[in-house]
T-cell receptor
């Protein structure tokens, strides 16, 4: 297992189009997270799954955003009717439940979305 | 999550030690201190974490103040590949997510 894989690495789309990103986590990790990062800012939490259950969604996740993790394996993040403000790096991470709460997260390299 | 304060940026020279500070005056007794870093065009990567005692690993050392209100990430011999944004994070016990601040942008001069 080579880590968390995200596809595509880059996506350019026209405003109003729908886009879907995929994340393949580390196979034994039961938690999967989506973050969004804009230029000069730290990553912002969007949502997370434990196995196939989506357990938390940020207020940042408007109703145009939907995430799934069928069968508790890979995950997809879909953005409908994209807006220019959606332009950002979308990061996926996976982890096992850890007693420290914060160690052992592995991030992918992200999908950079540009909405024109 | 407990709030952390880090300098926006720091600069150092190659092959010299780097001390990255983090203040966390509202830390509770059960909060671990975590450090992640983000290289250019990459996702964040785990660096180190600790609770009370100083910690060492192959990447860095973490020095934790006796009152735990501050900590310092130490890179013993910086290389150009250490240029990154370094995040100090205090997840609460059983936290379901990491919450990132602005971090410290570290520049390494050749």
């Amino acid at each position: 297992d080579t880590g968390v894989s995200q596809n595509p690495r880059h996506k350019i789309t026209k405003r109003g189009q729908n886009v879907t990103f995929r994340c393949d986590p580390i196979s034994e990790h039961n938690r999967l997270y989506w973050y969004r990062q804009t230029l000069g800012q730290g990553p912002e939490f969007l949502t997370y799954f434990q196995n196939e259950a989506q357990l938390e969604k940020s207020r940042l996740l408007s109703d145009r955003f939907s995430a799934e993790r069928p069968k508790g394996s890979f995950s997809t993040l879909e953005i409908q009717r994209t807006e220019q403000g959606d332009s950002a790096m979308y990061l996926c991470a996976s982890s096992l439940v850890h007693g420290t709460g914060g160690a052992g997260y592995t991030f992918g390299s992200g999908t950079r979305l540009t909405v024109v | 999550d407990a709030k952390t304060t880090q300098p926006n940026s720091m600069e150092s020279n190659e092959e010299e030690p780097v001390h990255l500070p983090c203040n966390h005056s509202t830390i509770s007794g059960t909060d671990y201190i975590h450090w992640y870093r983000q290289l250019p065009s990459q996702g964040p990567e785990y660096v180190i974490h600790g609770l009370t005692s100083n910690v060492n690993n192959r990447m860095a050392s973490l020095a934790i103040a006796e009152d735990r209100k501050s900590s310092t990430l130490i890179l013993h011999r910086a290389t150009l590949r250490d240029a990154a944004v370094y995040y100090c994070i205090l997840p609460i016990q059983g936290a379901q997510k990491l919450v990132f601040g602005q971090g410290t942008r570290l520049t390494i001069n050749p």
